[in-house]
């Protein structure tokens, strides 16, 4: 049973000085580029998945934009798969669950951007589909929250979004982790 990497949605615009800061996007970029790292290392396929937006209403993630661009620290080579969706879930209305069933693959390592929204209907959608999941939660950045006049940090969207998926939907593991469940095929 083969396995991949979907690198969802680390997108300059999440960067600082980008139209949609995320909280800590740095640092997650720096551990992402290291699980890219490993995964060409094993010879394992990496997909991005590269989120362009399509409403009229959208302010970030522009056609066209260098915001819309794939960050420098996960840039595709030339022969890895771009994915590009209009959705949330990287799963609607893409290739993606097409060009994995072409590589045989039915375990998958994600990590990204947005946790609270790309990354978990991605996880919940590869789940459903019949996914093995491994997400790398050191690899994925969100941002501050609110509700009503409640205001959620960071790191509680954070960790309230890893904890839900964990278990059930997926495994939330770290690069350490993930390379010893890479190393099985």
């Known amino acids: 049973m083969s396995c991949a990497l979907l690198v969802v949605d680390v997108q300059n615009d999440y ?29 394992k396929p990496v997909v991005h998945v590269q989120h362009i937006a399509t409403k009229p209403a959208a302010t970030f993630f522009l056609p066209g934009t260098e915001g819309a661009d794939i960050h420098e620290s996960v840039s595709p080579l030339a022969h890895e ?25 039915r375990r998958i390592a994600v990590l990204g951007m947005m946790t609270h929204m790309c990354i978990d209907t991605t996880v919940r959608a590869a789940f459903d589909l019949g996914y093995e999941v491994r997400l790398v939660g050191e ?11 409640a205001t959620v940090t960071p790191e509680t969207v954070q960790s309230a979004f890893l904890a839900a998926l964990d278990g059930t939907f997926c495994k939330v593991v770290s690069p350490g982790g993930l390379r010893d469940w890479l190393g099985r095929g």
Do not use: W, Y
């Open 139 to 149: 690899a994925c950045a969100t941002r501050q929250l609110a509700i009503g006049s």
């Open 15 to 43: 960067f600082p000085g980008g139209r949609m800061e995320l909280h800590r996007s740095l640092e997650a970029s720096l551990v992402a580029k290291e699980v890219v790292a490993d995964f060409r290392a094993a010879g």
């Open 81 to 105: 798969k771009v994915v590009v969706k209009h959705f949330p879930n990287s799963f609607r209305e893409t290739d993606l669950e097409a060009h994995l069933q072409a590589l045989g693959v």
